[in-house]
């Protein structure tokens, strides 16, 4: 760790809040060189949807290694591009009724999101992007004039514009829905604000703290996009390969974005993959118009494709991680319960967020939980809302384990801090 606070930056994050050297890992068990067993709640922020180094996912990967296939080849043909492709189409989109083009982009969600917003552009002639309160779509410069956080927002050292924020769902309080404010604004010709190219939503809100929209919600902004000749952008970078139980977390609502931005576990293996879905009509693009190095990287796309064949061809898998998810719902709404219900607990599927309403809180049960062997992260804000992101695919006995001991780590708070709630 010396190594660590000599020579990387300042701007290091996460080997702050769980200081460990981890040097191996499988499914849901991160080991420390110390030998330390720690389970991992955070999941790589949702990179590792079906665990670390899957050994299903990993057959194909070293078998492709070491075959001498091609590993860079910028956006040329390669079989494995071909395989995940007609993979992704069969398995993912036919059985859903959806048809896209695919886009890959540079390896970062970011990357993705910046091309989505492009093309929004090159496509409707407008500037303006709306999103919403709360929201987190990376950290190159369009992405962060897209998102909330006024931390980030201020680091970026140039003004950000080109985007107007809008609340999102339950923002102004149940009693108001948000998204009759939206359709005011933007009907009316002297809001003062300018038509948009687009609107990017979440339909969870990760880092934003696990604020769930409502299905009519969601499909209020999808209709209010198309009646002002907007493109609805769905950014299922964190939300999505199953997070929320299905494939998409727009299905639920039977949703039909005009372009869909992938990354996170797209890879099925914690490799950089990241990816636009576009409605045809929509692929407004000249040849070469956006461009990377690292575009379509073909050891994720060989994991990204075995990924699908094993979890998404039947709906046994999508079943089970909404059991799961059910099972950590109610274990938590029974830990919020008996301590008076003054904590909420928001999310869907395996997603799930406990509201600590303070900092101090969600700070000292997370840190707690590391020293106790889990790995948490917290969101929201002020990082008030501690975050449970495990793997897809962790066994029960594993998730009960987390959750005791995250319960004790928050009893153990609460019993020396005074909740000073507003
Ligand atoms: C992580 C994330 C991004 C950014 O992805 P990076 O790979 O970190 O650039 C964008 N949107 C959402 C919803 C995310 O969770």
């Given at each position: 760790m010396q190594v660590i606070e000599d020579l990387e930056s300042n701007v290091r994050s996460y080997s702050r809040s769980f200081p460990s050297i981890f040097s191996r890992a499988r499914g849901s068990i991160m080991l420390t060189d110390d030998g330390r067993k720690i389970i991992d709640f955070l999941s790589g922020a949702g990179a590792l949807n079906y665990g670390h180094n899957n050994h299903r996912i990993r057959a194909a990967l070293t078998e492709y290694l070491a075959s001498d296939?091609?590993?860079?080849?910028?956006?040329?043909?390669?079989?494995?591009?071909?395989e995940f492709m007609?993979?992704?189409?069969?398995?993912?989109?036919?059985?859903?009724?959806?048809?896209?083009?695919?886009?890959?982009?540079?390896?970062?969600?970011?990357?993705?999101?910046?091309?989505?917003l492009k093309l929004s552009r090159k496509?409707?002639?407008?500037?303006?992007?709306?999103?919403?309160?709360?929201?987190?779509?990376?950290?190159?410069?369009?992405?962060?004039?897209?998102?909330?956080s006024r931390f980030y927002r201020t680091a970026s050292g140039v003004s950000l514009s080109g985007t107007t924020f809008m609340p999102y769902d339950g923002y102004l309080g149940s009693a108001l829905d948000t998204a009759?404010?939206?359709?005011?604004?933007?009907?009316?010709?002297?809001?003062?604000?300018?038509?948009?190219?687009?609107?990017?939503?979440?339909?969870?809100?990760?880092?934003?703290?696990?604020?769930?929209a409502r299905r009519e919600w969601l499909q209020s902004v999808q209709a209010i996009a198309k009646a002002v000749g907007a493109l609805f952008i769905v950014d299922d970078i964190q939300m999505g390969c199953g997070r929320t139980g299905e494939f998409f977390s727009f299905e639920f609502a039977a949703l039909s974005p005009d372009i869909v931005v992938l990354s996170k576990s797209l890879s099925g293996y914690g490799l950089p993959l990241s990816m636009l879905l576009i409605k045809e009509e929509?692929?407004?693009?000249?040849?070469?118009?956006?461009?990377?190095?690292?575009r379509g990287n073909n050891l994720a796309l060989v994991s990204a494709a075995a990924a699908l064949d094993i979890y998404w061809r039947c709906r046994t898998f999508s079943r089970g991680v909404e059991c799961m998810g059910s099972l950590m719902?109610?274990?938590?709404?029974?830990?919020?319960?008996?301590?008076?219900?003054?904590?909420a607990v928001r999310g869907r599927g395996?997603?799930?967020?406990?509201?600590?309403?303070?900092?101090?809180?969600?700070?000292?049960?997370?840190?707690?939980?590391?020293?106790?062997?889990?790995?948490?992260?917290?969101?929201g804000p002020v990082d008030q809302v501690v975050k449970f992101l495990p793997a897809l695919t962790i066994d029960s006995d594993t998730l009960n384990q987390g959750l005791e001991i995250f319960e004790e780590a928050l009893t153990e708070t609460l019993k020396q801090t005074k909740l000073a709630v507003s």
């Open positions: 296939a091609v590993i860079h080849g910028l956006d040329m043909a390669t079989p494995a591009k071909l007609k993979t992704f189409s069969s398995v993912i989109l036919k059985e859903r009724d959806l048809q896209y083009r695919f886009q890959f982009t540079g390896p970062t969600g970011a990357n993705a999101i910046e091309a989505a496509v409707t002639g407008r500037q303006n992007i709306i999103s919403f309160t709360h929201g987190y779509h990376g950290m190159s410069l369009g992405a962060i004039a897209a998102s909330g009759d404010y939206l359709r005011t604004i933007l009907l009316d010709e002297s809001s003062g604000i300018d038509y948009p190219a687009a609107i990017l939503v979440e339909t969870v809100q990760g880092e934003g703290g696990i604020n769930v929509f692929d407004a693009w000249r040849p070469g118009e956006h461009t990377g190095t690292f719902r109610r274990r938590l709404e029974a830990i919020a319960s008996q301590h008076g219900n003054v904590f395996m997603v799930l967020g406990f509201d600590c309403r303070t900092t101090e809180i969600a700070e000292t049960t997370t840190r707690k939980a590391f020293e106790k062997g889990l790995i948490i992260e917290r969101c």
